[in-house]
T-cell receptor, first 114, second 112 residues
Framework: EAGVTQSPTHLIKTRGQQATLRCSPI?????VYWYQQALGLGLQFLLW???????NRGNFPPRFSGRQFPNYSSELNVNALELEDSALYLC?????????????FGEGSRLTVL | GESVGLHLPTLSVQEGDNSIINCAYS??????FIWYKQESGKGPQFIID?????DKRQGQRVTVLLNKTVKHLSLQIAATQPGDSAVYFC???????????FGTGTRLKVLA
């Protein structure tokens, strides 16, 4: 069974550009979470989607946005990129609102902003 | 609360010794706890979990201890190996909530 998959693995952008990151959850999972992890630091909660709806967002500016598609895959968009947006962006999936178990993480997308 | 992005504390242990990684969790209503291992450049991997109706759970070479009185969680790794070198995160969750709250993480370095 395929795990959580993320693309691209690496992405290099310049300041002011826009980045789009993609995530496919484990089959059967309806919830997708996005986390930002700056180098050497912990996980910062970005966004949570379930059944196509944004359910909650963390303390990030509006230029961080995303969506979840009918097949439960998700994309994260970061507009007007800043240098400090350079980080590993992790996607995780779970069974949704009734989930009583762990989050399953992808390998992440490394975004570098020059 | 949520991880605040502090620089990670480091635990250095000799190969073959036992490691104990600690975590103070924040919400007394949390009833599910998880330990994750994150190797450099990779996503976090599930190691072991425990529910609040237990105070100890064992896996292969790992043991998780839960002390609800002081809101403390620990991960014990027996006979630590070089492949155990990674960052370890604890996470907590309450029943009926969406929110997984992650600890700041501890970097484990295994010395040869």
């Amino acid at each position: 069974e395929a795990g959580v998959t993320q693309s691209p693995t690496h992405l290099i952008k310049t300041r002011g550009q826009q980045a789009t990151l993609r995530c496919s959850p484990i089959s059967g999972h309806t919830s997708v979470y996005w986390y930002q992890q700056a180098l050497g630091l912990g996980l910062q909660f970005l966004l949570w989607y379930d059944e196509g709806e944004e359910r909650n967002r963390g303390n990030f500016p509006p230029r961080f946005s995303g969506r979840q598609f009918p097949n439960y895959s998700s994309e994260l968009n970061v507009n007007a990129l800043e240098l400090e947006d350079s980080a590993l962006y992790l996607c995780a999936s779970s069974f949704g609102l009734t989930n009583t178990g762990e989050l399953f993480f992808g390998e992440g997308s490394r975004l570098t902003v020059l | 609360g949520e991880s605040v992005g502090l620089h990670l504390p480091t635990l250095s242990v000799q190969e073959g010794d036992n490691s104990i990684i600690n975590c103070a969790y924040s919400n007394s209503a949390s009833d599910y706890f998880i330990w994750y291992k994150q190797e450099s450049g990779k996503g976090p991997q599930f190691i072991i979990d425990i529910r609040s109706n237990m105070d100890k759970r064992q896996g292969q070479r790992v043991t998780v201890l839960l002390n609800k009185t002081v809101k403390h969680l620990s991960l014990q790794i027996a006979a630590t190996q070089p492949g155990d070198s990674a960052v370890y995160f604890c996470a907590e969750k309450g029943t009926g909530t969406y929110k997984y709250i992650f600890g700041t993480g501890t970097r484990l370095k295994v010395l040869a």
